[in-house]
């Protein structure tokens, strides 16, 4: 679905991505850790190329979207983002949020759009919150907001940054749970977390960065017993 081929990310003189190649299946969960600064967002950033590689390619459902040709905007609609700070539009409903884009982009309708806010509101038990603003929601309910909205416009791959690091803990929970039943679904993941606990539970294929570098990638459960490399061992030993 998704496969880089040395792709590259220099801001100025400094090489933040140092020529990643990596392949992600349909249906794949994968889990990016490491060290904060090691690159795990600009690498996600430039998977639906909302940073422009310095060098190398992107592949999305086998076309080189990196390529002036190519309309991204169209390719950014099958692949969701959800961020760590919510994004949502503070002087829209939650309705208005969700509906907002299918029907700007003339994908849905109105009325298509708003039965499937609906019914993925009902999903996340939040159908009383339609017609309330953001600032009138908890954290975790703007998150699993922030993650319909993105599945409202049918993605084929959703990406998460750190999506319950701006949480505070008692939230977390409702958000990683909204995540693993979207992975019991079926949904092709890639998410960048420091919930080592959802990436036992849910990671297909744990990536390790560090300093620009996936330094080694295995199964949750290979990974977390017998990490190989010396900083790959150094990081568990910090945050397990
Ligand atoms: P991580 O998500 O692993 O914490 P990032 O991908 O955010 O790491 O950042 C990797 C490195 O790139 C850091 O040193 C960061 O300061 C730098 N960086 C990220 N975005 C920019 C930017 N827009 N301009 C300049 N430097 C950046
Ligand atoms: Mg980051």
Not at 34 to 53: I, M, V
Not at 64 to 74: F, S, V
Not at 98 to 112: Q, R
Not at 155 to 166: I, Q, R
Request: net charge neutral; aromatic share 6%; charged share 25%.
């Amino acid at each position: 679905m998704i496969v880089t081929k040395n792709l590259k990310k220099a801001f100025g003189n400094h090489m933040v991505l140092k020529g990643i190649d990596e392949t992600i299946h349909k249906g794949e969960k994968v889990v990016i850790i490491g060290p904060s600064g090691s690159g795990k967002s600009t690498f996600l950033r430039c998977l639906n190329l909302l940073e422009e590689p310095t060098e190398g390619e992107v592949w999305f459902e086998g076309k080189k979207i990196n390529d002036k040709n190519i309309n991204i905007n169209q390719i950014r609609q099958k692949m969701g983002m959800v961020f760590q700070q919510f994004n949502l539009f503070p002087h829209l409903t939650v309705l208005e949020n969700i509906t907002l884009a299918p029907v700007k982009l003339g994908i849905m309708s109105k009325d298509e759009a708003k039965d499937k806010a609906i019914e993925l509101l009902k999903k996340i038990g939040l159908t009383q919150k339609a017609d309330s603003y953001p600032n009138q929601l908890s954290g975790g309910q703007k998150q699993r907001i922030a993650i319909i909205r993105a599945l409202a416009m049918n993605p084929s791959v959703m990406l998460f940054d750190e999506p319950t690091s701006a949480l505070d803990p008692e939230m977390v929970g409702e958000v990683l749970d909204l995540m693993v039943s979207l992975a019991e679904e079926g949904m092709t993941m890639v998410v960048v977390t420091h919930e080592m606990s959802f990436a036992k539970k849910v990671a297909t294929r744990v990536l390790f960065m560090d300093e620009g570098e996936i330094v080694e990638q295995n199964s949750p459960d290979e990974l977390f017993a017998n990490p190989k490399h010396p900083r790959l061992k150094e990081f568990l030993s910090k945050v397990l």
